[in-house]
């Protein structure tokens, strides 16, 4: 089974619904993180978590949040979805083991809103 | 983060080793290099790490100059599954929130 997974895996919605994204992990890692990649582009960070009650605005926060469910969860939200955010989205962990800069991503959701 | 530089991109013949370059010359010494790939449409994987030695593990080996500006992943018998875009990172341990990629080497592995 995959260390990192990410629910749905694709998603097509309509401009203004409201969509989650969701991701659970079992690698046991404290810190998560929620990207977004356009095509050509380099990933950009949207939220990340370092605990259950260390929720912090990435570069790219606005039209999104972020809920950390339980140390294997974190969810992305967008709250009332527009075009541009059509993108793929990608999870990822990290261990807060000194040293341990190694990030896990999951399989990715590709988000088109139309 | 110190910046690096790596080819666009590189064929490799199916069963030949892959020698992908990256050019980190600004490193800090406190710097480790990163090795992560992307297949198409997929999540980042995790491919490498290492400071100052050589490194090697199930997918790769890392080899790193003696002034550490610069390194190679080694693929040694690249399978057309290893068709990707590999992405060298230098970063110290607990710096910037966001793995932050560049534009990478596009590998493509020829049947």
């Known amino acids: 089974d995959a260390d990192v997974t990410q629910t749905p895996r694709n998603r097509i919605t309509k401009t203004g619904k409201r969509i989650m994204l969701e991701c659970s992990q079992t690698k046991g890692h404290d810190r998560m993180y929620w990207y977004r990649q356009d095509p050509g582009l380099g990933l950009r960070l949207i939220y990340y978590?370092?605990?259950?009650?260390?929720?912090n605005k990435g570069e790219i926060s606005d039209g999104y949040s972020v809920s950390r469910q339980a140390q294997a969860k974190f969810s992305l939200s967008l709250e009332s979805a527009i075009p541009n955010q059509t993108a793929l989205y990608f999870c990822?962990?990290?261990?807060?083991?000194?040293?341990?800069?190694?990030?896990?991503f999951g399989p990715g959701t590709r988000l088109t809103v139309l | 983060d110190a910046k690096t530089t790596q080819p666009p991109s590189m064929d490799c013949a199916e069963g030949r080793a892959a020698n992908l370059p990256c050019n980190h010359s600004?490193?800090?010494?406190?710097?480790?290099v990163y090795w992560y790939r992307q297949i198409h449409s997929q999540g980042p994987q995790y491919i490498i790490h290492g400071l100052k030695n050589n490194e090697t593990n199930e997918m790769a080996s890392l080899i790193i100059t003696e002034d550490r500006k610069s390194s190679t992943l080694i693929l040694p018998h690249a399978t057309l599954r290893d068709t990707a875009v590999y992405y060298c990172?230098?970063?110290?341990?607990?710096?910037?929130?966001?793995?932050?990629f560049g534009s990478g080497t596009q590998l493509t592995v020829l049947p």
């Open positions: 978590s370092f605990d259950v009650k260390d929720i």
């Open positions: 600004t490193i800090s010494g406190n710097e480790y």
């Open positions: 990822a962990t990290r261990s807060k083991v000194a040293g341990a800069d190694t990030q896990y």
């Open positions: 990172i230098v970063r110290a341990p607990g710096s910037a929130r966001q793995l932050t």
